[in-house]
């Protein structure tokens, strides 16, 4: 198991930017894909963003695709998601997941094991 801990939400403007980061405690972190996903008020979790252990390989919802970029520093035992040109349907509670079974394409919820409690993002147009 692994414990998830997620950081640099806030509040910003239309248009700009923002790094969340995602620590992680636990041995089997650089065994595991690790996700973003992200929830509104009112909706259902949808998948952000996923990156394999190695870093290697990376798939984003197409909503996200050319603003933001997945992570993963396996020596700090972090992942990120830098977040640029937000918008205001970004807004929405951020999750970091992580899965032994989980691929860099897998975006359905079931398929990640471990979460964090999530980190706000308000953007205001």
């Known amino acids: 198991q692994v414990q998830l801990v997620e950081s640099g939400g806030g509040l910003v403007q239309a248009g700009g930017s923002l790094r969340l980061s995602c620590a992680a405690s636990?041995?089997?972190?650089?065994?595991?894909?690790m996700g973003w996903f992200r929830q509104a008020p009112g909706k259902e979790r949808e998948f952000v963003a996923a990156?394999?252990?190695?870093?290697?390989?990376?798939y984003y919802a197409d909503s996200v695709k050319g603003r933001f970029t997945i992570s993963r520093d396996n020596a700090k035992n972090t992942v990120y998601l830098q977040m640029n040109s937000l918008n205001p349907e970004d807004t929405a509670v951020y999750y970091c997941?992580?899965?032994?079974?989980?691929?860099?394409?897998?975006?359905?919820?079931?398929?990640?094991?471990?979460w964090g409690k999530g980190t706000q993002v308000t953007v205001s147009s």
């Open positions: 997941a992580g899965g032994s079974r989980a691929s860099s394409r897998s975006v359905m919820v079931r398929m990640y094991d471990d």
């Open positions: 990156i394999s252990w190695s870093g290697g390989s990376t």
């Open positions: 636990g041995r089997t972190f650089r065994s595991y894909t």
